[in-house]
């Protein structure tokens, strides 16, 4: 498509008849149909965000910090003067367990018992 610069008058008024003749159209085809006609040089409207649902108001995020300002000062209260801070326990250390000889003996049998009845009721 060329410039509008470097058209004649009689093209402008061509086009612009065109362009009459366009509308005209589409507002015929929008009566035919019952909906409105989507012009082509139309621009689209920007999307509008959705405003966001929720959130908190100032007195509400109040009411939250005075309610755990008010935990923390009940939890200091109750610990020690001399203790503001808390020491960390020693870590536990599991006792490992050793099985004696004897142990070890009687599960073995136990075992070798159970697989021998297995085996058994297959045949």
Request: aromatic fraction near 4%; charge should be positive; hydrophobic fraction near 50%.
């Given at each position: 498509?060329?410039?509008?610069?470097?058209?004649?008058?009689?093209?402008?008024?061509?086009?612009?008849?065109?362009?009459?003749?366009?509308a005209?159209?589409?507002?015929?085809?929008s009566q035919l149909?019952?909906?409105?006609?989507?012009?082509?040089?139309?621009?689209?409207?920007?999307?509008?965000?959705?405003?966001?649902?929720?959130?908190?108001?100032?007195?509400g995020?109040?009411?939250?910090?005075?309610?755990?300002?008010?935990?923390?000062?009940?939890?200091?209260?109750?610990?020690?003067?001399?203790?503001?801070?808390v020491?960390?326990?020693?870590?536990?250390?599991?006792?490992?367990?050793?099985?004696?000889?004897?142990?070890?003996?009687?599960?073995?049998?136990?075992?070798?018992?159970?697989?021998?009845?297995?085996?058994?009721?297959?045949?």
């Open positions: 498509m060329s410039s509008f610069n470097s058209l004649s008058v009689q093209q402008l008024r061509q086009a612009a008849n065109l362009k009459e003749q366009i005209g159209l589409e507002k015929q085809l149909l019952g909906s409105p006609a989507t012009t082509i040089a139309a621009p689209k409207p920007a999307a509008v965000k959705a405003p966001k649902k929720g959130g908190m108001s100032a007195a995020k109040a009411r939250i910090v005075a309610a755990q300002k008010a935990r923390w000062a009940k939890i200091k209260a109750a610990q020690p003067a001399g203790k503001a801070v020491a960390k326990a020693a870590p536990v250390v599991k006792k490992k367990f050793t099985m004696s000889a004897a142990a070890k003996a009687k599960i073995s049998a136990a075992a070798k018992a159970r697989w021998a009845k297995v085996k058994a009721a297959k045949k």
